[in-house]
């Protein structure tokens, strides 16, 4: 009998390490003052002068979804099984953008379909673990006014994280994202306002 009742708490005791509850997943959100200040889209408040823009694909890698991405060099990536976005990262670009060129002087975003259009790819959106600890985005722009491209590039900002906690890594992304939104609106708006810039007076006939 009581080897029995040995055996049967062993054999409890197993099922419970085998089937044992995995630990719950911990959503993050990037602290950016982009998103803080976040509008719905371009029907929000804007500039009624300046140039306009459409704002019109944000997309991304599908492995950019809702687990958080680790990279160990360039060659080496990973998914958190525990750590997750809140929301997609095409998502959180996307309303930081348009915060971002809607705060940009010279820009105003709207819906316009004869406006130059901006189309974006996520490159990157990724906790860097080595050889330095940090956050990085990465953004492919391309400016399209009709037929003809106007800006065809990459942009990229890394920031340190600080501590090894989800945190710390969430802290870090919202810098980035900030830091690489204000690079590409400001980018947009020195191509689209470049040729808006009156010449220079030419000196009158005989002038020293």
């Not at 680790?70 to 976005?85: C, D, F, K, N, T």
């Amino acid at each position: 009998m009581k080897r029995t009742l040995a055996g049967a708490v062993a054999g409890l005791t197993l099922a419970g390490c085998l089937f044992r509850t995995a630990e719950a997943p911990r959503f993050y959100r990037p602290a950016s003052a982009a998103l803080d200040d976040a509008h719905d889209g371009p029907a929000a408040p804007a500039a009624v002068d300046g140039v306009a823009i459409r704002l019109r694909t944000v997309r991304s890698a599908p492995f950019l979804g809702e687990r958080i991405v680790w990279r160990a060099s360039p060659v080496e990536y990973g998914l958190y099984e525990q750590r997750r976005w809140f929301e997609l990262p095409s998502r959180y670009v996307r309303r930081a953008l348009v915060t971002a060129l809607l705060e940009t002087p010279g820009l105003r975003l709207g819906d316009d379909p004869s406006a130059p259009r901006l189309d974006v790819e996520i490159l990157a959106f990724d906790e860097v673990l080595a050889p330095t600890h940090q956050a990085s985005v990465a953004l492919a722009v391309i400016l399209r006014d009709g037929t003809r491209t106007r800006l065809d590039r990459t942009y990229a900002a890394q920031v340190a994280i600080a501590a090894g906690d989800g945190a710390a890594m969430a802290q870090a992304m919202g810098q980035a994202l900030d830091e690489v939104v204000r690079k590409v609106a400001q980018a947009v708006a020195t191509e689209l306002t470049a040729e808006k810039k009156p010449p220079l007076a030419t000196r009158a006939h005989g002038a020293k």
